[in-house]
């Protein structure tokens, strides 16, 4: 694999799709500021353009309610997105911000893990002043996630939409929403075979095919749910009342006890201590995630907030414990297992973004089988801070061979390695400039 060659072609995405103070995660299909995308695209600039990589950060503050959460997606000006923007409306919420349209709801708290990765970038003035600019914003959106999506201090965050996990069309998500949240009308179209009729309203389809993408019937269902939150103009307290669904969703919670310990980083760097409050529930948070341990399987779940019952859909999601970092070395031990087992996670082309037994995997179809590189990097931090480097330092040449052979995709088959979903795909440009300057 020719090194330089490939680190050129990932700077070449990332310059492509930069607008100014922020980028977009691929033209055509993504035209608008995603969170999570730019704290791994920050990841990876911080070693092409440390000021750059802080702008990545602070223009995602522009997006921030006054509640403290911090929007999934922040839209592009234009005549072009009014569509985009009208599907939202986050004018309805009081708490949204004046002048800049967004959307209502969040997306896994990455933010305080790429303004840590960026400050080590810096000497140590500049680094406490970067921290400093940052902690305000940090601590309002923890604080947010905690007051509002855990209003029973049971230290797991719930969810109420799978755009809030990142990884939308993931089958715990669709299988809740099949049970809980199939409008009529939805299972009527299913029912009738109509469902190609969406097509024609269906933006990412024109770009990419349709067997890489969500399905028909479960972007229905997604945008039948997003609807019904938007007549609760976004209000969690309204929405948790009366749920129909609703998840505690084990990616989030992994990251998000990785982003409290980043935080905590944060405020000892800078010397202002966080709430009592809030070290009490980091500690609930690390504590709970052990409920989502399931002995029989062996593995780690997501679970309904409603019945209280685990979701037995088996995903890249059980690996993140590791991220986490606060699972016991036994307990890591046998995630690492899972890693090497052809049953769970083993394939060609690793990690697969379910088991390629689960019933659910397509090589191709989006968060139901293709490997990511996003995932792969928060496992590869996991397996280095447990001591796993030469299953760490596989992976990591494993992903770079992918991307040097078949391009910086959005996903890839595992079977194959083929690319799949958009190219030119920003966080895999920025976590493979990543995984070349850490090696
Ligand atoms: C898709 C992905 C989500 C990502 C977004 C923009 O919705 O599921 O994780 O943030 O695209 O890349």
Redesign the pocket.
């Known amino acids: 694999m020719n090194e330089d060659k490939l680190l050129e072609k990932a700077k070449g995405v990332l310059k492509l799709n930069d607008r100014g103070s922020w980028m977009v ?2 033209a055509d ?2 035209p608008h500021q ?4 730019s704290c791994f695209i920050a990841i990876g600039l911080r070693h092409l353009d440390i000021e750059r990589a802080q702008t990545e950060l602070t223009s995602l503050l522009r997006g921030q309610w006054s509640n403290g959460m911090l929007p ?2 922040i839209f592009s000006e234009g005549h072009k997105y009014h569509r985009d923007r009208e599907l939202w409306r986050s004018y309805l919420s009081p708490y949204s911000p004046d002048g800049v349209s967004t959307s209502g709801l969040t ?2 708290p990455m933010l305080a893990e790429a303004v840590v990765q960026v400050g080590e970038k810096l000497k140590l003035p500049e680094r406490r002043s970067w921290y400093k600019k940052m902690y305000p914003a940090l601590v309002r959106y923890h604080e947010w996630l905690y007051t509002e999506r855990d209003p029973h201090k049971e230290g797991l965050i719930i969810l109420l939409h799978p ?1 809030e ?5 993931s089958p715990p998500w669709v299988s809740e929403l099949r049970k809980h949240s199939m409008p009529w009308w939805v299972a009527a179209i299913e029912k009738l075979r109509l469902d190609g009729v969406v097509n024609l309203v269906r933006r990412d389809t024109r770009h990419i095919p349709p067997g890489q993408r969500t399905s028909n019937i479960e972007a229905l269902s997604h945008w039948a749910a997003l609807r019904r939150l938007r007549r609760h103009a976004y209000n969690s307290e309204a929405i948790l009342n009366r749920p129909l669904f609703a998840v505690e969703d084990l990616a989030f919670n992994c990251l998000l006890i990785r982003a409290n310990t980043d935080l905590q980083k944060i405020s000892e760097t800078i010397a202002r201590p966080l709430p009592q409050e809030f070290l009490a529930a980091m500690t609930r948070t690390e504590a709970a995630i052990e409920q989502l341990w399931d002995e029989t399987d062996g593995i780690y779940y997501s679970r309904s907030f409603i019945s209280h019952k685990l979701i037995e859909e088996p995903t890249i999601a059980a690996l993140l414990p590791l991220y986490a970092g606060t699972i016991s070395k036994e307990r890591a031990a046998r995630l690492v297992q899972l890693l090497a087992s052809r049953k769970w996670f083993k394939a060609n082309w690793p990690i697969p973004s379910v088991p390629l037994r689960s019933s659910y995997f397509d090589p191709s179809r ?2 139901q089988g293709p490997t990511w590189i ?1 995932t792969n990097w928060l496992i590869i931090k996991g397996l280095e801070s447990y001591g796993y480097q030469d299953e760490a330092d596989k992976l990591r040449q494993k992903s770079l061979e992918l991307v040097a052979r078949n391009g910086l995709n ?1 996903y890839f088959n595992p079977l194959n390695g083929h690319p799949e979903g ?1 190219p030119s ?3 895999t440009a920025a976590l493979t400039i990543d995984l070349l300057k850490t090696s």
């Open positions: 995660p691929a299909l993504y995603w969170l999570w995308d999934n997606i997306q896994p755009y996990a990142g990884l939308d069309n989006y968060w996003n959005e958009a795909f920003s966080w």
